[in-house]
């Protein structure tokens, strides 16, 4: 318990952020997975984009994210 009480708030948010990355990714897979198919083209493009934006947040400044289009082709759709 002690180590918790030690770790400075620059810490805490670095960790937060992390988590924050690492479960829109995860959110990315589970909808290409699940909810892909069903839903419209212009609603697919803008949740994906938020997610990756998330996701991966230092590759959407160097804006080389992959479209949804992309995501498709790669899984085989």
Do not use: C
């Not at 493009?45 to 998330?54: A, N, P, R």
């Amino acid at each position: 318990m002690e180590e918790i009480e030690t770790v400075d708030s620059e810490r805490v948010e670095s960790l937060w952020q992390a988590i924050t990355v690492i479960e829109a990714q995860e959110q990315l897979k589970q909808m290409s997975i699940a909810d892909w198919p069903n839903m419209k083209k212009q609603q697919r493009s803008k949740i994906h984009k938020e997610l990756f934006k998330q996701a991966y947040p230092s590759e959407i400044r160097k804006k080389n994210y992959i479209t949804p289009e992309d995501l498709g082709k790669v899984l085989g759709r």
